[in-house]
């Protein structure tokens, strides 16, 4: 069995990384540290733990080297809420789009799905069998009816033995496809009102979408018994989860493991410059600061206190430098780590190590059309050779060069797979020379091509 994220040791959570992202060494032990020490700083006694605080890291390197791929494969690992936010969305309190407290809101509602489905998890077997039977109700009277009107009263007698060989039946997805028609529903439980004044539209659309509940009525529709198990389902499991208790649990786990990544701070980093757009971004920095240093935010589901949020940013700075950021957000972010750019050993790594290596992808899409694909040793090491060459020679966008090339070099094989069912296609030097080698060592057929 998988450990969870808060109980794996920073070894540990390098080694879960290292499946999947290929170098940068010294940013995944920052941030396997940083995601211990969350763990750690649990277990500490009351007093010294209010003194603790977590260190907001910062990951600086260009584009394409794995900042991105860090946060989405601990999101993957976390048990803890973990949201994912692009800078570039938020805009300054009073012009028109999200605000910055809405990354709190949605970690919070992260947490609070993720604690209702463990809680609905530990019931699973109660629900099973409650949507068994809700099902088997929808069934039977049918079968009943049809077997009443050819004068079988054998079905009767034996209700209870039919009850039961129908249930294995219906295990078994033998009337998945039956279509019944069923009582769905009225909305979900109705949450109306702000805590203070709402802080965006978002708020708003929230208590608007909560009011119209309360005008939604049961209404009957035809569906396939697949279906109408996952619309039951869904009904089962809101009864089972004590919401009260869940939302609690889940601020919790917000306030104290919650961790946001937010990515592509550089592109609202202004400098010196004093124009318009850049007195916006200026704007949205300061609205971040208080809420990374902690501060309270009104939720629909109570107050959340972010000064224990573990924040970690990200951002190429390649036509800014973090210290155009504002002083106080610098001060705020005090781990820098920056990421190497990939080298073509790094590239060819990437092409051979990782669990869902670009090459694997490739072979699993054409083995679909019975295609086979031999990647050579000396193919894959061109392919790399490729990469990190047309990357020094025009822009270098890191390891999403490969997804280019890797395109370029199976689009005839793709294209006539139809033809060439049970073939093996060797990709070996000469193959990618013939299909990339052109294009590549052209500087301005490269530039748009590749």
């Known amino acids: ?104 809101k949605d970690l919070m509602a992260m947490a609070v799905n993720m604690v209702s489905a463990e809680m609905a998890e530990m019931k699973s077997s109660d629900v099973d069998r409650l949507v068994d039977e809700r099902l088997l109700d929808l069934l039977l009277p049918t079968i009943t009816e049809k ?50 004044t709402p802080s965006s539209m978002d708020d708003i659309q929230d208590a608007m979408s909560n009011i119209s ?20 389902r869904e009904e089962e499991m809101a009864k089972v989860v004590d919401q009260d208790k869940a939302v609690e649990e889940a601020r919790q786990r917000t306030e104290q493991m919650g961790i946001i990544f937010i990515d592509e701070i550089d592109k609202i980093a202004s400098g010196s410059r004093t124009n318009g757009a850049d007195v916006s971004r200026e704007g949205v920095q300061r609205d971040i600061l208080p809420i990374v240093e902690g501060t309270k935010v009104n939720t629909k589901w109570g107050v959340v206190d972010t ?4 924040f ?66 000396d193919g894959l090491r061109r392919i790399a050779e490729l990469a990190w060459s047309v990357n020094n020679d025009t822009d270098n966008i890191g390891a999403r060069r490969l997804h ?19 073939q093996t296609v060797v990709i070996d030097r000469g193959y990618v020379d013939r299909q990339v080698g052109e294009v590549a060592s052209s500087r301005d057929a490269s530039r748009y091509i590749l």
């Open 404 to 422: 280019t090339i890797m395109e370029k070099l199976v689009e005839e094989v793709s294209y006539n797979a139809d033809q060439m069912r049970g």
């Open 147 to 196: 077997k009443s009107s050819d004068n079988d009263t054998a079905v009767i007698s034996a209700e209870d033995s039919t009850r039961e060989q129908f249930r294995d039946l219906l295990h078994k997805g033998v009337f998945d496809d039956k279509m019944v028609e069923i009582t769905s529903q009225g909305g979900p439980k109705v949450e109306v009102g702000f805590m203070g």
């Open 1 to 104: 069995m998988a450990k969870r994220l808060d109980d794996m040791y920073p070894s540990e959570i390098v080694a879960s990384l290292d499946k999947y992202v290929i170098g940068q060494e010294e940013a995944k032990k920052m941030v396997a540290i940083a995601i211990r020490n969350r763990s750690r700083r649990k277990k500490l006694p009351d007093e010294i733990r209010e003194e603790v605080n977590p260190k907001n890291i910062m990951m600086i390197g260009p584009t394409g080297v794995g900042k991105t791929e860090i946060a989405r494969r601990i999101a993957k690992l976390a048990n803890a809420p973990f949201v994912k936010v692009e800078a570039t969305k938020f805009t300054e309190v009073g012009y028109v789009g999200r605000d910055v407290e809405s990354m709190v």
């Open 307 to 310: 000064t224990n949020i573990l």
């Open 213 to 232: 509940s309360l005008f939604q009525r049961p209404r009957r529709r035809r569906v396939s018994i697949k279906r109408a198990r996952e619309i039951f």
């Open 312 to 377: 970690i940013a990200s951002g190429a700075f390649s036509m800014s430098k973090p210290s155009d950021l504002i002083p106080e957000l610098q001060g705020r972010f005090p781990i820098r780590v920056e990421l190497k750019a990939l080298t073509a050993d790094d590239f060819y790594r990437i092409l051979t190590e990782p669990a869902n290596a670009l090459t694997k992808q490739y072979e699993a899409l054409l083995g679909v059309d019975d295609v086979k694909l031999d990647f050579t040793e």
